[in-house]
């Protein structure tokens, strides 16, 4: 699983920075790395741009993940070079960068959009997998989330408009629920499929979330 990310126009990047003359970088080692969007070349690029606009890079580096504990330690030993910065750009997911006001009263910028959580199915090629709701309905859809997998976020589906298989949204994506039904006809569970989901219960994606895990 994977944080997937896209960088932001440099346009929009550029009046984050307006009136910053000293930037410092930092990327991140895992999943922006493999989205191509914040790991070392991408940080170089980065800091090539900015020079070519006049701005100073007082420093970067990329750490290994941006969003652990971890990136407190690498912090303070670059604190000297961040010290000098009028704040900070971070090439990571919005985890990472709030991971980094943690550790430091620099201003912190993000560079990249987090886009979803998903995998990579191809070189640089990801999909979305779960949109975290807090009421999974993957025990009656036969592993296969339709908030995700159907364009229209259905749970009683599927839709009138699909065709021969395919999605109405997206006549290049086959049906999720058509998905869902070969699956539960595969194993046997078609019976699932008489069994009407109530309406979404939203309440627990309420912002922002917080649980605390009971221990024995």
Not at 61 to 79: F, H, N, R
Not at 114 to 136: D, R, V
Request: hydrophobic content about 35%; charged content about 25%.
């Amino acid at each position: 699983m994977k944080t997937i990310t896209e960088q932001k126009p440099f346009e929009e990047i550029e009046q984050y920075l307006e009136g910053a003359e000293k930037i410092y970088l930092i990327g991140c080692g895992t999943c922006a790395t493999e989205c191509h969007t914040g790991g070392r070349t991408e940080v170089l690029e980065m800091k090539d741009k900015l020079n070519e606009r006049g701005k100073v890079v007082t420093g970067w580096m990329v750490i290994p993940t941006a969003c652990d504990e971890l990136t407190g330690e690498a912090i303070a030993q670059a604190s000297d070079d961040i010290e000098q910065a009028d704040c900070i750009l971070a090439l990571t997911c919005a985890f990472g960068v709030q991971t980094v006001i943690r550790y430091t009263d620099k201003m912190v910028y993000p560079a990249l959009n987090t886009l979803f959580i998903g995998i990579e199915e191809a070189p640089a090629q990801f999909s979305e997998l779960c949109t975290q709701c807090g009421n999974c309905l993957l025990g009656r859809t036969a592993g296969i989330c339709p908030l995700t997998a159907c364009p229209k976020g259905l749970v009683n589906g599927p839709c009138g408009g699909y065709r021969h298989g395919m999605c109405e949204v997206d006549p290049d994506r086959e049906c999720a629920w058509v998905r869902i039904y070969n699956r539960l006809q595969k194993v046997g569970r078609l019976e699932r499929l008489s069994e009407l989901q109530p309406l979404k219960d939203y309440s627990k994606m309420a912002h922002p979330r917080r649980i605390e895990v009971k221990t024995s």
